[in-house]
């Protein structure tokens, strides 16, 4: 199995990529959804969030690790660091702009920069916890025709830290945290409250 998906994705390297990196990005919408516990899925966001990142980020990241193993080939540590340094400062900030811009266009929103605005930064700083040490293992451990599918695997669980911060957060991650907490320390207080 593994060798016939790997043998899959060096004939179609392209195809394979940006369709599993699009489907691990909605992925994180549905998961932030399931575990907001609301009533219904609201399946309209996830796929907003899926031709987002289908249309934007599975493809922006495929030609971008091919321009920067091209740019910088190998993976000396510093080669690795060259590329992580640029991709920390030119494409976190595109991707992270993409996504609250592009989300709010294809919801309609009167100003669709109103996302960016108010969580951008706190979104790119949260970022600069995460993909640094994401991207120098992908730089450094992962061959060149799987990089973008293995920044997808990650990319899941960026995108359901992405879909909080747009939805309900204010892109922190000490927000997320409680956001995760939460459920478990109402669950704690309803039954303190029960046992009195």
């Known amino acids: 199995m593994r060798k016939a998906f790997l043998k899959h994705i060096k004939r179609f390297p392209w195809v394979t990529n940006v369709t599993l990196y699009g489907c691990l990005f909605a992925g994180g919408d549905f998961v932030h959804q399931c ?3 609301k009533e219904e899925m609201d399946w ?4 907003n969030v899926a031709i987002v990142a289908f249309s934007f980020h599975g493809n922006f990241n495929f030609f971008w ?7 910088f080939p190998g993976s000396t540590v510093g080669m690795v660091l060259r590329k992580l340094l640029l991709d920390q400062t030119f494409a976190a900030p595109i991707a992270t702009s993409a996504f609250y811009t592009g989300v709010s266009l294809l919801e309609g929103k009167d100003d669709i920069l109103q996302d960016w605005r108010e969580k951008f930064l706190n979104t790119y700083k949260t970022g600069l916890m995460y993909w640094p040490f994401v991207q120098f293992l992908n730089f450094a451990l992962v061959p060149l025709y799987v990089r973008t599918t293995f920044t997808g695997c990650c990319a899941f669980v960026w995108a359901t830290f992405l879909c909080f911060s747009r939805q309900t957060g204010d892109g922190t991650a000490i927000a997320a945290l409680n956001w995760i907490r939460g459920p478990k320390s109402e669950m704690k207080e309803k039954s303190v409250s029960e046992n009195k």
Not at 44 to 47: A, C, I, N, Q, S
Not at 65 to 71: A, Y
């Open 44 to 47: 309209r966001h996830t796929r």
């Open 65 to 71: 690790m091919r321009f920067l193993e091209r740019r």
């Open 35 to 37: 575990f907001s516990i």
